[in-house]
């Protein structure tokens, strides 16, 4: 499977806009996987590395080598 990424402007329509220079690189038939990943909310990620900050607080040290897996 070939990936071809973009990235595009939503603008609250129900289509997704694909430039003209990627539709060029695409194949005429067949089929497509689409994907769509957007940005999280920064509030979100804020308060999650906050919370996760928190709970690691009270984590006794024999469970240290768990903070090297984030």
Do not use: C, H
């Not at 005429?28 to 906050?50: C, H, Q």
């Amino acid at each position: 499977m070939n990936a071809v990424e973009f990235v595009t402007e939503l603008k609250g329509a129900a289509v997704l806009n694909i430039p003209s220079e990627v539709a060029a690189q695409l194949p005429k038939s067949g089929k497509a996987r689409i994907i769509v990943l957007t940005e999280e909310p920064t509030e979100d990620k804020e308060w999650r590395g906050a919370a996760y900050e928190q709970f690691l607080q009270d984590d006794p040290p024999e469970d240290a080598i768990y903070d090297l897996m984030r």
